[in-house]
């Protein structure tokens, strides 16, 4: 039994429980709904630049907020515009560029 004064910590400690798992359900729920969602609008903006600017041959990977760019490209110039539009798009937290310039020659 508790002593004249005392009070029972019990309810507290449930509610202070209750808190931090409905905290980590929102958490697992926002991996697995909403990430891939946000991952699927960052790639469609990213393609849609690249192709606007006339870019096509670029294989787009997101994960999370982080952007890789593969592939083959013409020119050193075409490498920097992609990879210059894609840092400009807002949403992005880091770009990796694995772009390769092979010159297309008519032999």
Sequence with gaps: ?????ET????????????ILVIATLVVIS???LRPGLELSIKDEVHGGLI???IK??????EGRNVLLE???P??????????IVNNISG???VKSQLVVKNQTND
């Design 57 to 62: 041959t670029v294989k787009v990977s997101v």
């Design 71 to 73: 592939g083959f490209i």
């Design 31 to 33: 991996n697995y709904f």
């Design 1 to 5: 039994m508790l002593a004249e004064g």
């Design 92 to 94: 992005i937290s880091q």
């Design 75 to 84: 020119t050193h110039e075409d490498r920097k515009r992609a990879e210059n």
């Design 8 to 19: 029972s910590k019990s309810p507290l400690t449930l509610l202070l429980l209750i808190g």
């Design 52 to 54: 606007d600017s006339g």
